[in-house]
């Protein structure tokens, strides 16, 4: 019988705290994971590769043999449709564009809601506040990035691990714009008023206006890009996405608006950007072009490459005007050129390639890369600063770069050239109306000796305590030639920069003293047994630092005199007391300055630690509530005191002549990114009968080792 009894005691009441408190701790990793996505977003638009958020959005509870328990809570992922628009400066913009709610199905605790839009991450219960956890990544002074989403779904619930992945499909461009408006609307008009807040600390109050859910912000004298990215929500695999980019106008890489004067014999170089509708490069898109009067096209790419270029190389033949053109079916664009004939009738310099009228080269034996160097002179003595142009005539042999140089005090500028396939080309050299011409015979092309493709990286950990080791793992390179390969790393402090260690095939690496608080960087690549080695993977990880911080404001308030105020008492009081119809609690409030910890810092653990010295209180629950309004030490009262959250971050008994501590980590990790404005310690059942109190020491006490503290263990990420 008592067994029973017992278990029912546990059934009812210690079961909803144990996962309460698993629910709270689900909900500050899920913070953490949710808070990544604008990260992922905005490396996705600047990379053009796909990136992948993992989120446990779901919850498994801890097994509880003979006790009732749920095995998991759902969550929700879904979307709410938004818009945008740009206006003015060539862009004329309506999109609809979405935000990812996140919500998870809890059975014990309030049941959070994070909102993702436009970069910045919300944490919302119900109609509150919405609390900041990630700043947005879209607007600054100098630039203004908008994110266009689609989903491939509108809600989905979901018991498992759920991959959100991030595809661009249209990025890569920037445009310099003297004036425009951005326009969008928001979740709803508490995120609105935040956004409008942000926004006018930039921009200025003449330039920000809000209208319910609306922000229209004017930005000028800034770089402007807009993508398009699409959102899944998988929980295995991936989707293929067959969304193309269109070639909406070309936009020339010269000034349009003047005549470009050249001599007979002389080359020259026009191009054009082919672009979407957001202003960013298409690639792969066929260019017409062409020429009329006393030009000729020698050479062209005619496909846009993947920055959505196309070029020409042309040579003056005749005197006269001729025009270049390039074309798509929905935009043309004109150059204007002058031809003369050199004055003086003849050449003015002497020119020639060092390497003399032809040249050999096996790639297998020299590399896929080779320099030519030509030389100006007059008179038999070198010219510096003559500009010299240089073009091919089949550009599916070489590549070369620069296209266009000035010489140097040698008389002499130097090309790159980039061998593409087997066989013959000629290089042009043009100095105003002197030329020169070398054969370039290309051969082994394909024998090139390639580096392994990038490889992935882990870390055992995302965070280090100084002491610990930090074992990395890079794996999935391939070589293209078959070629054995083998890992490298190398471990960098990225806060303060400097090499820890640098490339060695030892993937481990032991953290120092005094490094605390950094973040370290740790790289991986995949070499051949040649010594080509593949692009450079990394990941960061955060090495945990404590620190202990002292209050700016401790005060009590007393409810039988709600307008006297104890904030430079040398005590701390709380107190359950009801005697003849009045009440006699006390309740304490601390505060904390926590702008030494980051925003993107993630809280391990934080403990409010305060002193009783004096105490009849020992069975009571004394519980800390995060509070939710501005207060000072010097005004409050009992009849002022500010609003707190009613669920306590957490519950003690507390014990006289020793420290007291509440765990406060998850008030700590929200308050860094967002409001803080301390803590409330109260009695859980004011207005007793008996008389229980406890007074602690404050600030204000004379033996400092006595202070109230906060002691707060984190990672810089």
């Keep these: 019988m008592i067994s029973i009894t017992f278990i029912g005691i546990v059934q009812s009441v210690m079961l909803p705290q144990w996962n309460k408190a698993v629910e709270i701790e689900h909900s500050e990793k899920l913070s953490y994971e949710i808070a990544k996505i604008g990260e992922a977003v905005t490396l996705s638009a600047s990379t053009g590769k796909s990136n992948l958020i993992a989120l446990k959005a779901s919850l498994s509870y801890p097994e509880r043999p003979f006790l009732v328990s749920p095995k998991f809570a759902s969550a929700t992922i879904s979307t709410k449709e938004l818009e945008v628009s740009i206006k003015g400066d060539g862009f004329n913009i309506n999109e609809k564009t979405y935000a990812v709610i996140v919500s998870p199905n809890y059975y014990y605790s309030t049941k959070p809601e994070f909102i993702f839009e436009h970069t910045a991450v919300f944490k919302m219960y119900g109609d509150d506040t919405p609390i900041l956890i990630s700043e947005q990544g879209s607007f600054s002074k100098a630039s203004v990035n908008v994110y266009i989403l689609n989903t491939t779904f509108d809600s989905l619930a979901v018991t498992q691990p759920v991959n959100l992945i991030f595809e661009p499909i249209s990025y890569g461009g920037s445009s310099f714009v003297d004036n425009v408006w951005v326009n969008f609307t928001c979740f709803d008009s508490e995120t609105a008023k935040w956004w409008n807040e942000t926004l006018i600390e930039i921009y200025g109050e003449d330039n920000v206006k809000r209208n319910g859910n609306w922000i229209n912000v004017s930005v000028g004298n800034v770089y402007l890009s807009v993508s398009y990215l699409v959102v899944q929500a998988l929980t295995a695999g991936e989707q293929e996405i067959n969304i193309g980019r269109i070639a909406n106008k070309l936009v020339p890489l010269q000034n349009t608006s003047i005549e470009y004067q050249m001599n007979i014999g002389d080359y020259k170089e026009f191009g054009v950007k082919v672009v979407d509708k957001y202003n960013n490069p298409v690639p792969n898109i066929d260019v017409s072009v062409g020429s009329s009067g006393a030009c000729d096209i020698t050479s062209t790419t005619g496909k846009s490459d993947n920055g959505g270029q196309v070029k020409a190389t042309i040579r003056a033949v005749n005197s006269g005007d001729c025009t270049i053109n390039f074309n798509i079916p929905t935009s043309t ?328 501590a509440w765990t406060v980590t998850s008030d700590v990790q929200n308050m860094i990114s967002g409001n803080n404005y301390g803590w409330c310690i109260k009695d859980e059942s004011e207005s007793s009968r008996s008389q229980k109190y406890t007074h602690f020491y404050s600030k204000e006490y004379s033996d400092t080792a006595y202070h109230p503290k906060l002691v707060v263990e984190y990672s810089p990420i």
């Design 333 to 660: 664009v004109h150059y204007n050129i002058h031809v003369s004939s050199p004055s003086g009738g003849g050449t003015i310099f002497d020119v020639y390639w060092i390497e003399g009228e032809s040249v050999s080269w096996n790639v297998s034996e020299e590399g896929n890369s080779k320099n030519l160097n030509f030389k100006v002179e007059y008179n038999g003595n070198p010219v510096y600063n003559a500009q010299v142009y240089f073009s091919i005539d089949n550009p599916s042999i070489i590549s070369i770069t620069p296209t266009e140089g000035k010489t140097n005090e040698s008389g002499i500028v130097s090309i790159t050239l980039n061998a593409l396939d087997n066989g013959d080309t000629n290089v042009f050299g043009t100095c105003a109306n002197s030329a020169d011409v070398i054969t370039v015979s290309i051969e082994s092309v394909g024998l090139v000796n390639n580096p392994p493709s990038q490889p992935s990286l882990t870390t055992d950990k995302d965070r280090y305590y100084v002491g610990e080791t930090i074992t990395a793992t890079a794996f999935g390179s391939t070589d293209p030639d078959g070629d054995p390969i083998i890992y490298e790393y190398k471990f960098v402090n990225q806060t303060d920069g400097g090499i820890l260690q640098d490339w060695s095939s030892d993937n481990t690496y032991t953290i120092a003293s005094g490094l605390e608080g950094k973040i370290i960087r740790v790289y991986a690549r995949a070499c051949d047994n040649k010594s080509a080695c593949s692009l450079e993977a990394y990941k960061d990880v955060g090495i945990i630092k404590t620190i202990t911080l002292y209050p700016t404001d401790d005060a009590y308030v007393y409810e039988v005199s709600p307008s006297s105020n104890y904030g430079s008492s040398t005590s701390l009081h709380v107190q359950s007391y009801r005697f003849w119809g009045l009440n006699f609690n006390e309740r304490t409030y601390i505060k904390f300055n926590l702008s030494s910890i980051s925003s993107t810092s993630y809280v391990l653990d934080a403990k409010l630690q305060l002193y009783a010295y004096s105490s009849n209180a020992q069975n009571r629950n004394y519980e800390v509530h995060k509070v939710t309004s501005n207060w000072d030490e010097n005004t409050i009262t009992w009849s002022s005191q500010p609003s707190f959250e009613t669920t306590a971050t957490d519950t003690i008994s507390p014990t006289s002549n020793s420290w007291n």
